[in-house]
């Protein structure tokens, strides 16, 4: 069975709360884990001295997540992407990637229209 | 069945009929309520004596005096205000305008006077005039202890000495004035009105209570006989140790032991006197900066901010350890949300009381469940440290 590092939502009714924990993939969602490697809050907290953007509080163990991965354990996709704020993993999704990708993509599809408006030589 | 009266037993013109207006109080026979009854009307001398007593000094404590307690002991026989005899020529205890609330305004102005109610005149019960009634915290008193604590981040210690009120109190003040918060303001209103109060002054504040008194440790509650040399010198620490190994010398088991060092500095040359003061006002500063260093330190190390582009939040990534939460996963040090045990913040009849961390914490997570339950492992005493320290650095920036 596949060990999974997954979210388990805890906490209450539009208050929600997170152990990120290694567990069974198959097992309930907040059944006893095999780790709880630490918290995720997605509730912006007012910084103290109300200066700034608020943030979200993240309570991680790194080097125990670093292990799980090592031995075969599977992040989520929140999970993958809290990770990959702090370099332990490569982000699945890069926002610079994708915009690379976007004008790479844009530049071929205007090649290929200037080709087709254009006459091919064969043709004249 | 219409009911069996004899014509001839119902008097026709006995004063035993209800008339429909009456004043309060009137003396009037027994059996008036009772038109039907058969024997005839009779008051006993006790009945008189009390509608005598309700329509003649008694009538004083219809209408109680605005801002003072409706005691028996405050009038004399002759239902005159004891101390409406003798008039104080201090002025009022209002006299401070921001001290005094809407109430004692009221007293001023209709009742300026009058002397304030003296320990005697707070003596509810006549015949045992050993028992006073006890002041409570008055609205403004408690308000400015919940505003030092929370808002200028003062140490309870602190707001403890010097508004003179013990430690468990300010911090039961402080828990319940939270709570308050949320609530109307009716309890102040419809109780307070009738009890002693202590005010709150700008200068010398009264004592509410006693603060420095022993706490009784159990190993001194039996008599010991301690042969000892007469040779040695015996002191207050040795008598601690002979009761037991673990007992301190009064001086320092007392609540505020500060206000001893205060009162031996007091008797010292001025010289001194200023230097102590000087010295301790750069250890505290030193001990600030120390902190704050050391936090820094820490949070060099264990603390990442993450700023994501375009996010409405940051990411604040704190290193915590699996190990804290022990083998069963179950230790207060541990972080995240425990397994296997019980939660009842919502079960009946539990009372969100905020009775740990400090009190910016408490309002900062004010609408979360977080503090009730979860640990928060290492983060909980540095946000209170950061709470702090945000404080106090806002008062020396005022300063």
């Known amino acids: 069975m596949v060990v999974r590092i997954r979210l388990a939502r805890f906490g209450r009714k539009h208050a929600p709360f997170y152990n990120i924990v290694v567990a069974q993939a198959r097992s309930a969602r907040n059944s006893r884990p095999m780790e709880v490697l630490g918290t995720f809050n997605p509730l912006p907290q007012e910084r103290v001295d109300g200066e700034g953007k608020p943030y979200k509080d993240v309570k991680l163990d790194s080097s125990r997540a670093k292990y799980w991965l090592g031995v075969g354990a599977q992040p989520s996709d929140p999970v993958w992407r809290l990770f990959s704020m702090v370099g332990i993993i490569e982000p699945k999704y890069s926002l610079d990637e994708a915009r690379k990708n976007a004008i790479k993509a844009d530049a071929a599809l205007r090649d290929s229209e200037l080709s087709s408006q254009e006459p091919t030589p064969s043709q004249s | 069945m219409p009911p069996r009266i004899r014509v001839s037993s119902v008097h026709p013109a006995t004063p035993c009929t209800t008339p429909q207006a009456r004043p309060p109080f009137q003396h009037r026979p027994s059996p008036s309520a009772r038109p039907f009854s058969q024997t005839s009307c009779q008051s006993t001398r006790l009945r008189k004596d009390l509608h005598e007593w309700l329509n003649g000094p008694g009538a004083a404590f ?18 005159r205000l004891l101390r409406a005899k003798a008039p104080n020529k201090k002025p009022k205890e209002s006299s401070d305008p921001e001290a005094s609330d809407g109430l004692e305004n009221a007293e001023e102005k209709g009742e300026a006077e009058l002397a304030p109610p003296s320990l005697e005149d707070l003596s509810p019960f006549p015949l045992n005039r050993q028992f006073r009634s006890q002041s409570v915290l008055s609205e403004a008193l408690r308000e400015e202890i919940w505003r030092q604590v929370v808002h200028e981040g003062k140490s309870i210690r602190a707001v403890s000495s010097k508004m003179g009120v ?65 040779s040695r010198r015996f002191t207050r620490e040795d008598a601690g140790r002979a009761f037991d190994p673990d007992l301190l010398p009064a001086d320092d088991l007392i609540p505020h032991p500060e206000m001893i060092q205060n009162v031996k500095e007091r008797n010292l040359p001025k010289e001194q006197q200023i230097a102590l003061k000087k010295m301790r006002a750069e250890a505290e500063i030193r001990a600030k900066e120390d902190k704050e260093a050391q936090r820094g330190k820490w949070e060099k190390e264990n603390v990442k901010v993450v700023q994501v582009e375009g996010a409405k939040a940051d ?56 503090q009730y339950g979860i640990r928060m492992g290492q983060s909980s005493h540095w946000n209170a440290l950061e709470g702090v320290t945000a404080a106090s650095s806002g008062a020396r920036a005022s300063a």
């Open chain 2, 166 to 230: 013990t430690l468990e109190r300010v911090g039961a003040v402080v828990r319940l004035k939270t709570i308050e918060k949320q609530w109307a303001e009716s309890y102040s209103k419809a109780v307070l009105a009738m009890l002693p109060q202590t005010p709150l002054k700008l200068q010398d504040q009264p004592l509410h209570e006693s603060i420095n008194d022993l706490p009784v440790h159990p190993a001194t509650r039996k008599q010991l006989f301690y042969p000892t040399s007469e």
């Open chain 2, 62 to 79: 219809r209408d109680p005096l605005p801002g003072s307690t409706n005691y028996l002991g405050a009038y004399g026989k002759d239902g």
């Open chain 2, 315 to 370: 990411f604040r990534f704190t290193a915590i350890k699996v190990e804290d939460a022990g083998k069963n996963g179950r230790d207060a040090k541990g972080t995240g949300w425990r397994y296997g045990v019980p939660f009842d913040d919502r079960k009946r009849g539990q009372l969100k009381v905020p009775n740990g961390g400090t009190a910016q914490e408490s309002g900062q997570h004010a609408r979360m469940p977080v």
